[in-house]
């Protein structure tokens, strides 16, 4: 437990998915010094419907190792994608803009979300072989319908862009922006490193860092994200989400 006037990091790794697995290792591997074993991984059972987490496979296998290492586990979505058909103009607006599709849990129904989040839940603590720490929405996007499911699953911790908190005590955790990369286009890219640039010397209490498989592709990024682990480190202890409770 850390006391009040302690200053934390919580380091994430998004994505977790056969599909990135070398990604992931590169990640985990720059992250290591920095955080160890306090980073939390965001998995996702079915990455667009065709990269699915097979219990007994070989990743499977990796995921239950880093869980019993210490690593925290979130269910991440399920497919990741967003599917959905029914947004009205204003969240229709907001997931092209910030995600190119992949808010899969903007659009969804209290009950398509809820189903979504006990089968991924389920798959997830059966290759685990413990709970999950909580549910991180793709793009750290929710609709109506998925704040209402994680109330009525009762999980523990989520988090959006500006602040972590318990659905199931309707409490706020923390807050501050987290500290993300986008490279997508050569703006986003550039105003991502210059965002980091600022935020890593922000004096908030918790200070939260994502990081995403894309990462990997520009070496000026992956740049920032040390940078911003090694300063951050200096001013604050790594810890896990589960310590703000
Ligand atoms: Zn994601």
């Keep these: 437990m850390s006391s009040a006037a302690e200053r934390l990091l919580l380091a994430s790794m998004h994505d977790v998915s056969p599909r990135f697995e070398t990604e992931v290792d590169r990640?985990?591997?720059l992250l290591e010094p920095y955080a160890g074993d306090r980073v939390a991984l965001l998995v996702v059972?079915?990455?667009?419907?065709?990269?699915p987490i097979v219990p007994g496979s070989?990743?499977?296998?990796?995921?239950r190792r880093w869980a019993e290492a210490g690593k925290e586990i979130f269910l991440h979505g399920y497919f990741h994608r967003d599917r959905g058909r029914h947004y009205t103009g204003r969240d229709r607006l907001r997931a092209r803009l910030m995600t190119a599709g992949e808010g899969e849990f903007m659009g969804?129904?209290?009950?398509?979300?809820?189903s979504r989040?006990?089968?991924?839940?389920?798959?997830?603590?059966d290759v685990i072989g413990r709970q999950v720490d909580g549910?991180?929405?793709?793009?750290?996007?929710?609709?109506?319908?998925?704040?209402?499911?994680?109330?009525?699953?009762?999980?523990p911790i989520a988090e959006d862009?500006?602040?972590?908190?318990?659905?199931?005590?309707?409490?706020?955790?923390?807050?501050?922006?987290?500290?993300?990369?986008?490279?997508?286009?050569?703006?986003?890219?550039?105003?991502?490193?210059?965002?980091?640039?600022?935020?890593?010397?922000?004096?908030?209490?918790?200070?939260?860092?994502?990081?995403?498989?894309?990462?990997?592709r520009?070496?000026?990024?992956?740049?920032?994200?040390e940078r911003t682990f090694a300063t951050a480190r200096r001013a604050r202890r790594a810890a896990a989400y589960a310590d703000l409770m």
């Design 135 to 155: 549910f991180i929405a793709p793009a750290w996007l929710y609709g109506q319908g998925a704040r209402a499911a994680l109330r009525d699953c009762g999980i």
């Design 108 to 114: 969804l129904s209290r009950q398509e979300a809820g």
């Design 27 to 29: 990640l985990l591997e």
């Design 161 to 216: 862009h500006l602040r972590v908190w318990s659905p199931a005590t309707a409490t706020e955790l923390a807050r501050g922006p987290v500290i993300t990369w986008a490279s997508r286009t050569p703006l986003r890219l550039a105003s991502s490193l210059a965002a980091a640039a600022v935020l890593r010397h922000a004096p908030m209490r918790v200070l939260r860092i994502g990081v995403h498989p894309p990462d990997c």
């Design 58 to 63: 070989q990743f499977a296998t990796r995921l």
């Design 45 to 51: 059972p079915n990455h667009w419907g065709d990269a």
């Design 117 to 125: 989040i006990i089968e991924g839940r389920a798959l997830l603590e």
């Design 218 to 225: 520009h070496p000026a990024l992956l740049g920032s994200i």
